[in-house]
T-cell receptor
Framework: EDKVVQSPLSLVVHEGDTVTLNCSYEVTNFRSLLWYKQEKKAPTFLFML????IEKKSGRLSSILDKKELSSILNITATQTGDSAIYLCAVLVVGAQKLVFGQGTRLTINP | NAGVTQTPKFQVLKTGQSMTLQCAQDMNHNSMYWYRQDPGMGLRLIYYSASEGTTDKGEVPNGYNVSRLNKREFSLRLESAAPSQTSVYFC???????????FGPGTRLTVT
């Protein structure tokens, strides 16, 4: 059974801190790994990672995939209160053409 | 270009009632998905459709049926609603060679 696990499930930090969110997966046929940010409504896309070791960056957010370790991390530097959200990791499975999601990490940034 | 649209936004049902959640996308995506989201559970796949004319069960299909009416539309039907189906339902579509799912705004369903 395809499985995606995120850790921690919940994280509370102060504004300005740097955070690292983790995602590990066990799937039958990996195509890519995706990160989403969910505030109050629908998840919004952050990154898609396909190749191991190549960092994707967008402003203060960055992510990297380690195919050998079957995992990915999402880093957020100099956090701001607007970064408070649930961060979801998902794996796109080849053949079945489906996204399998982890449970999400609820990140809270206190001023 | 509206992306992914879902109707209704909110719905309250009584146990045993039926209803259909509608989803449409205008991005010419092949794949469409229905997820439910419950607190602490992330998103769980109910059904998906890899292409027009095909549908497959996901992780939690019991109590639901789907129809891929055409390339644009993918509906989710609850034949006899149960309180355990109280959840937020998201539809998504994807162009799998590029990015993953683009999500609709969600439907908040309460079954009493």
């Amino acid at each position: 059974e395809d499985k995606v696990v995120q850790s921690p499930l919940s994280l509370v930090v102060h504004e300005g801190d740097t955070v690292t969110l983790n995602c590990s997966y066990e799937v039958t046929n990996f195509r890519s790994l995706l990160w989403y940010k969910q505030e109050k409504k629908a998840p919004t896309f952050l990154f898609m990672l396909t190749s191991s070791g190549i960092e994707k960056k967008s402003g203060r957010l960055s992510s990297i995939l380690d195919k050998k370790e079957l995992s990915s991390i999402l880093n957020i530097t100099a956090t701001q209160t607007g970064d408070s959200a649930i961060y979801l990791c998902a794996v796109l499975v080849v053949g079945a053409q489906k996204l399998v999601f982890g449970q999400g990490t609820r990140l809270t940034i206190n001023p | 270009n509206a992306g992914v649209t879902q109707t209704p936004k909110f719905q309250v049902l009584k146990t045993g009632q039926s209803m259909t959640l509608q989803c449409a996308q205008d991005m010419n995506h092949n794949s469409m998905y229905w997820y439910r989201q419950d607190p602490g559970m992330g998103l769980r796949l109910i059904y998906y459709s890899a292409s027009e004319g095909t549908t497959d069960k996901g992780e939690v299909p019991n109590g639901y049926n789907v129809s891929r009416l055409n390339k644009r539309e993918f509906s989710l039907r609850l034949e006899s609603a149960a309180p355990s189906q109280t959840s937020v339902y998201f539809c998504a579509s994807s162009e799998t060679e590029r990015r993953g799912g683009i999500f609709g705004p969600g439907t908040r369903l309460t079954v009493t």
